[in-house]
């Protein structure tokens, strides 16, 4: 039997802006994913909940107000004290590629810079998730 | 610990962990479900159902509060249908509960249809079971909301709640059709809008025509402006007491029981006679027979039954 993939596409934080986010659940259900969307203005605990709560094979977080610094490795941390140390971390938005090192030591799986195609980070998570 | 243990004692991780297998069909799960089984039957089970836009998940999310005031422990399972092209699913019920996220006595878990039809997914059943064993007072169960054969969620829940509002469009022949018998009480939401009222007068018109016996209650409620969700809890709270009558408990049980035995049965029979069309001598020369007009089709299902495998 075959698992069908899960996923939690998150917004963490004040940021206000969820076309993206919106954008990304859609092509990820339209490449067979099952997404669950959180909605705008959720803290790292919040996510980490609903990301346990929905076993979810991996956890997208978007962010455009520039505090991933901060937010995303506090996700990543309370997932895993919570001992769902499998639940893959990925992270887009405004992120400045100078960033991308610290995130990545930070229990972040992957960084797709502005401009990244769907296609390529649809691809990422069917082979990483 | 056992599996068992761990979500007796309310273990998050544990019990999303093994519903996700039961979703995913994994086999092994259902020796942890025959363990839980006698802790489950006890928790109070209300369905929500109604058209897409009605305002289930709202109320949901309202109703969690009701609850959480009184301390009880709440399971939500939240439906939404798979897309038919590409196999995958938005679950979108949750972003109206955000409020409860951050609440470890509140367990919310989406799951997608995966082709079944009748309004819930194949497993909510069993999700149903393991939020009982792990101490849910209260299951809400939301269901998909596309038909008007949404009536698994009777079977399996003590109560349910048939949601409409003004502006769905055709919404009252909808209800109509096909969901009226099957509500305990019926919501009106979104009264902070015009049409309200006619829609509830239009629904007490059908459903005094339809329904021999007790008329079911119409609560009318606005779920933004919170108004009208004391009188719908009361209405709720007034049909669980039911439930003390064993004779109400027990028609419940059977019903519920029956549903999950003879959906369970089906599924395997189901199971069993594809993949007998697909491995079996015996029925893929019925199948040569009917092609070639040596059998008629009717002849071969009197066959096949007499040569399924009932293991
Ligand atoms: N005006 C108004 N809008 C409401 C009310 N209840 C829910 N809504 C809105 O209706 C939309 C659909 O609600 P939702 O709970 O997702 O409906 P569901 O599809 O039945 O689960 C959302 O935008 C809600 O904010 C209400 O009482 N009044
Ligand atoms: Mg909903």
Redesign the interface.
């Known amino acids: 039997m075959k698992r069908k993939k899960r996923i939690l596409v998150g917004k963490v934080g004040l940021d206000g802006h969820d076309r993206g986010a919106k954008i990304l659940a859609r092509a990820f259900r339209d490449a067979g994913f099952e997404v669950v969307y959180s909605g705008l203005h959720q803290t790292p605990e919040m996510i980490a909940n609903m990301a346990i709560q929905e076993a979810v094979d991996g956890v997208g977080l978007s962010l455009l107000s520039g505090a991933h610094n901060h937010l995303f490795p506090e996700v990543a941390r309370l997932i895993k004290e919570k001992g769902a140390d499998n639940i893959v971390i990925f992270g887009g938005g405004t992120i400045p590629d100078k960033d991308v090192a610290f995130l990545k030591e930070s229990g972040i799986s992957e960084i797709f810079l502005p401009g990244t195609s769907l296609d390529i980070i649809i691809n990422w998570a069917d082979n990483n998730l | 610990m056992s599996i068992a243990d761990k979500i007796k004692s309310g273990d ?2 544990t019990m ?2 093994l ?2 297998d039961i ?5 092994e799960a259902e020796i942890t479900l025959q363990k839980l089984f006698k802790h489950s039957g006890d928790s109070k089970i209300l369905g929500i159902t109604g058209l897409p836009g009605a305002g289930k998940s709202t109320l949901t999310s309202l109703l969690i509060s009701y609850y959480r005031k009184q301390n009880k422990r709440v399971g939500v399972v939240a439906v939404d249908p ?2 038919p ?8 019920d ?2 109206r509960m ?1 409020e409860h ?2 609440d ?1 006595d509140v ?4 799951v ?1 249809t ?1 082709g079944s039809f009748g309004g819930l997914s194949k497993s909510v059943v069993d999700i149903v079971r393991i939020m009982e064993a792990a101490g849910k007072d209260i299951i809400i169960i939301e269901t998909v909301g596309v038909g008007q054969d949404e009536i698994d969620v009777v079977r399996l829940a003590g109560q349910v709640l048939v949601v409409t509002a003004p502006g769905l469009g055709d919404d009252i022949q909808a209800i109509k059709a096909g969901i009226l018998e099957i509500a305990d009480i019926f919501v009106v939401n979104k009264c902070d809008l015009v049409g309200a009222e006619k829609a509830a007068s239009e629904l007490k018109d059908a459903a005094e025509d339809n329904i021999t016996g007790d008329l079911k209650p119409i609560v009318m409620t606005d779920s933004i402006h919170i108004k009208g969700i004391d009188e719908l809890t009361e209405s709720i709270d007034i049909g669980f007491d039911k439930f003390n009558n064993d004779n109400i408990k027990n028609e419940y049980l059977d019903r519920r029981y029956r549903y999950e035995i003879e959906y369970k049965v089906r599924d395997k029979l189901t199971e069993t006679i594809r993949e007998s069309f697909e491995n079996d001598p015996v029925f893929k020369d019925i199948l040569k027979a009917v092609r070639d007009k040596k059998m008629d089709p009717y002849t071969a299902v009197t066959k096949i039954m007499k040569n399924v495998k009932l293991t």
């Open positions: 998050i991780l999303s962990r519903i996700r979703d995913d069909g994994m086999p798979t897309s092209f590409s196999g995958g699913a938005i679950l979108g949750r972003i955000q996220n951050a470890s367990f919310i878990k989406s997608a995966r």
